[in-house]
């Protein structure tokens, strides 16, 4: 290799280590090139391509460790470049840390110490995804301060929800943070360090449950079916089941967005399988059997249709029911419409 045979201090090193990672990427061979981008960058340590070229390719070959580092050094240079782009940077670190590395303080902590760094309009995924990992991992004690730091903060940046006209942003998040208040109350089991299960007690939860349901209208769609599901389940730890129906329903009624046969079905089947796993404090045979049927009502006929079917006949089954069990397979079992 002509690259390789080259020291460092020959004049053009560092380009032929480049156009030599990028012949092995085009080869496929991953390794070597991420071994070119590394010999490159020791002779340009800041080049922003150089650590974005070597952070994908270590993702790929899965030493995530290392492409958290190398994401970690690329936030922290400071370029115009890369100012639109921090926001990305920062989410996917934190990615990196849940998914692959399963360090969920970690993903939580990068996003809490950095996204007042993030400016320019570019942050409002980056909070988003920290209100998503609040909600995830049961910390609404960190939602609710999270927002009134957003709502507080006097600063004239992006990190203010004050000062955007944007009302699906404004309503993505306090759909969000008023999630984080349903879900602390009467939870004496969160991961928040603070003693949350009368923090809102004064709140009436039929009214903040109404107010949640009304900002589903305003939030952008592309959120629908985690924030739905997410509100299902902290409705499902309350025992407010019926509510769940209301507010899928209204929606349907309100929102010409939502209205879409095949989206309610794949919600009300994503709710039944919350409610069939046995592992989860919010098991409910009863509720699973309920949102299976109500997937099957709104889109009978899909290929889906057979799998839900399927989980159906499990569940009947595991009830000792097994003449429905049979009937569900068969297309013998009654679906009131």
């Known amino acids: 290799m002509v690259a390789a045979q080259l020291s460092q ?9 480049i156009d030599c990672a990028n ?12 071994y070119c981008l590394t010999r490159a960058l020791k002779l340009d340590k800041n080049n922003i391509y150089l650590l974005k070229e070597r952070a994908l390719l270590l993702e790929e070959l899965c030493k995530f460790k290392k492409a958290v580092i190398t994401y970690e050094k690329l936030f922290d240079l400071s370029c115009n470049e890369l100012e639109d782009n921090k926001a990305q940077i920062l989410i996917k670190i934190s990615e990196l840390y849940e998914s692959n ?12 110490s950095n996204y007042k760094k993030v400016d320019n309009g570019n942050n409002h995924r980056l909070i988003l995804r920290l209100f998503d990992l609040y909600l995830k991992y049961d910390f609404p004690m960190k939602g609710k301060i999270l927002y009134e730091d957003l709502k507080n903060n006097n600063n004239s940046d992006n990190n203010n929800i004050n000062n955007t006209n944007n009302v699906a942003e404004v309503a993505d998040i306090k759909i969000r943070y008023l999630l984080c208040c349903l879900s602390s109350i009467n939870n004496n089991n969160s991961n928040d360090n603070i003693f949350t299960s009368n923090l809102y007690n ?28 997410k509100f299902s389940e902290i409705l499902g730890k309350i025992n407010k089941f019926d509510e769940i129906v209301n507010v899928i ?48 009502q709104n889109d009978e006929n899909s290929e889906d249709s057979i799998l839900i079917r399927l989980k159906l006949s499990e569940i009947f089954k595991s009830l000792n029911d097994f003449d429905n069990a049979l009937k569900i397979l068969n297309n013998e079992y009654k679906i009131s419409k």
């Open 23 to 34: 012949l092995n990427k085009k080869l496929n061979n991953s390794i070597q090139a991420e």
């Open 9 to 17: 201090g020959e004049s053009g090193a560092c380009e032929m280590w």
């Open 249 to 296: 329903e209204s929606l349907d009624k309100s929102n010409n967005n939502y209205s879409n046969n095949k989206l309610k079905s794949s919600i009300y089947s994503k709710i039944a399988d919350l409610y069939s796993q046995k592992n989860n404090t919010y098991y409910n045979s009863q509720q699973a059997i309920i949102f299976n049927l109500k997937s099957l």
């Open 101 to 112: 590395l399963e360090l969920t303080e970690n993903a939580i902590q990068i996003l809490e």
């Open 202 to 229: 004064n709140i009436n939860i039929d009214n903040l449950i109404k107010n949640i349901s009304s900002l589903f209208e305003k939030i952008n769609t592309s959120d629908y079916l985690s924030l739905i599901l």
